[in-house]
């Protein structure tokens, strides 16, 4: 007798800790997963003012090593791995032949011949999967440490002090997009000064076992200052704030880097060729001549609020297509970004709308981001 595979979502190693603090769970790309803990606004405004802490353990991590593990990632993915110095990380993607994303990532160069790339959840499989196959040829090793790692980061203006009072590292010196290996309240862990919230903070990559004592360690440490458990929801209200895109919504197999407005990830000048070179120069010569659509965004003049999907529209005509949207906590007012016609993209272009079932709301096209921290 034949057992269907289990559907059931997984569980990180601090699913019985979120369920105390009284979470509302739901199910992301395959993860039972905080959405909220109380108020989304009140965890929103805390990362902003304060800091929040986040369980963000369903992130994928593949680790690369060998000799040729920077030649194999230089061919896998569109960005220069070569230039990336070792302790530092940098942000790419991966592409197909035909220039579509497959995902974005963050590439960490732990050693002279070992990197780690983070992928999306819901792309972890795919990513491994299309780096394992594209290794071929090449004297390296790829290999699927998604259950060797939990990850929680903190994240907002408090986070620097709060993790300084549980560690000796360095984190004056750790600049932005670096991580080096260091014990945090007695867990050895890679610090890494990365997040997807517009804020500084810091992600925390230790083993499952040492998840819950982090996190209660990181909680003592920084409640004082008024540091709150943060779920999915209010992480999605920031980097939508912050201008960050997120895969599935303003990336997609049916884009280039080039459409999305993010072609400077695309290294044309490294050696060896890559996948999806040729489409990408194409790509990249269209953006410059006759760019379909672009990515912008969009502040309500009411207070309906756009969903992904929802038309844009400009004397009743559909000029584009809203990508994520949402209430924001940081402006007041709803915002969106979307897609638009490239003659409805510069800022403070007139007579643009969202078409939100049936009723064109009036909306202003700005510039990405909406929100940008104060150094």
């Given at each position: 007798?034949?057992?269907?595979?289990?559907?059931?979502?997984?569980?990180?190693?601090?699913?019985?800790?979120?369920?105390?603090?009284?979470?509302?769970?739901?199910?992301?790309?395959?993860?039972?997963?905080?959405?909220?803990?109380?108020?989304?606004?009140?965890?929103?405004?805390?990362?902003?003012?304060?800091?929040?802490?986040?369980?963000?353990?369903?992130?994928?991590?593949?680790?690369?090593?060998?000799?040729?593990?920077?030649?194999?990632?230089?061919?896998?993915l569109v960005g220069n791995i070569a230039t990336v110095g070792l302790g530092r990380a940098?942000?790419?993607m991966i592409c197909r032949e035909d220039g579509g994303i497959l995902d974005d990532l963050i590439v960490y160069r732990l050693g002279e011949t070992e990197f780690m790339v983070v992928a999306n959840a819901g792309n972890a499989q795919i990513v491994l999967d299309a780096i394992t196959e594209r290794a071929a040829g090449f004297d390296a090793v790829v290999r699927d440490d998604r259950d060797a790692y939990a990850l929680i980061a903190v994240q907002g203006p408090e986070s620097p002090g709060i993790l300084k009072s549980v560690t000796d590292a360095d984190l004056d010196g750790l600049k932005y997009y670096a991580g080096?290996?260091?014990?945090?309240?007695?867990?050895?862990?890679?610090?890494?000064?990365?997040?997807?919230?517009?804020?500084?903070?810091?992600?925390?990559?230790?083993?499952?076992?040492?998840?819950?004592?982090?996190?209660?360690?990181?909680?003592?440490?920084?409640?004082?200052?008024?540091?709150?458990?943060?779920?999915?929801?209010?992480?999605?209200?920031?980097?939508?704030?912050?201008?960050?895109?997120?895969?599935?919504?303003?990336?997609?197999?049916?884009?280039?880097?080039?459409?999305?407005?993010?072609?400077?990830?695309?290294?044309?000048?490294?050696?060896?060729?890559?996948?999806?070179r040729e489409a990408l120069r194409a790509a990249a010569e269209r953006a410059e001549t006759a760019p379909p659509r672009k990515l912008v965004g969009l502040v309500a003049e009411g207070?309906?609020?756009?969903?992904?999907?929802?038309?844009?529209?400009?004397?009743?005509?559909?000029?584009?297509e809203v990508t994520s949207g949402a209430p924001s906590p940081t402006l007041g007012k709803p915002i969106a970004m979307a897609y638009v016609d490239a003659a409805h993209a510069t800022p403070g272009t007139a007579g643009v709308g969202v078409d939100i079932r049936g009723t064109h709301e009036p909306y202003e096209v700005v510039a990405l981001p909406f929100y940008k921290r104060q150094k």
């Amino acid at each position: 007798m034949s057992t269907a595979p289990s559907t059931s979502p997984r569980h990180t190693a601090l699913d019985a800790l979120h369920r105390s603090l009284g979470a509302t769970m739901t199910d992301f790309a395959g993860w039972d997963m905080p959405l909220r803990y109380a108020s989304e606004r009140d965890e929103h405004n805390a990362v902003r003012t304060k800091a929040g802490l986040f369980d963000l353990s369903h992130m994928g991590e593949i680790t690369v090593t060998g000799a040729q593990a920077v030649d194999l990632l230089n061919h896998a993915l569109v960005g220069n791995i070569a230039t990336v110095g070792l302790g530092r990380a940098r942000y790419t993607m991966i592409c197909r032949e035909d220039g579509g994303i497959l995902d974005d990532l963050i590439v960490y160069r732990l050693g002279e011949t070992e990197f780690m790339v983070v992928a999306n959840a819901g792309n972890a499989q795919i990513v491994l999967d299309a780096i394992t196959e594209r290794a071929a040829g090449f004297d390296a090793v790829v290999r699927d440490d998604r259950d060797a790692y939990a990850l929680i980061a903190v994240q907002g203006p408090e986070s620097p002090g709060i993790l300084k009072s549980v560690t000796d590292a360095d984190l004056d010196g750790l600049k932005y997009y670096a991580g080096l290996p260091g014990t945090v309240a007695g867990v050895p862990a890679l610090i890494a000064r990365t997040g997807y919230t517009g804020e500084d903070g810091f992600e925390l990559f230790v083993a499952p076992e040492h998840a819950e004592q982090l996190w209660k360690a990181l909680t003592e440490a920084g409640a004082p200052v008024g540091l709150i458990p943060c779920g999915l929801s209010c992480r999605d209200t920031l980097r939508l704030e912050a201008g960050m895109p997120l895969y599935g919504h303003e990336l997609t197999t049916a884009l280039t880097p080039f459409d999305a407005g993010l072609g400077r990830v695309v290294k044309f000048e490294k050696e060896g060729d890559f996948v999806g070179r040729e489409a990408l120069r194409a790509a990249a010569e269209r953006a410059e001549t006759a760019p379909p659509r672009k990515l912008v965004g969009l502040v309500a003049e009411g207070r309906r609020v756009p969903r992904a999907g929802f038309p844009v529209v400009s004397d009743g005509k559909v000029v584009g297509e809203v990508t994520s949207g949402a209430p924001s906590p940081t402006l007041g007012k709803p915002i969106a970004m979307a897609y638009v016609d490239a003659a409805h993209a510069t800022p403070g272009t007139a007579g643009v709308g969202v078409d939100i079932r049936g009723t064109h709301e009036p909306y202003e096209v700005v510039a990405l981001p909406f929100y940008k921290r104060q150094k």
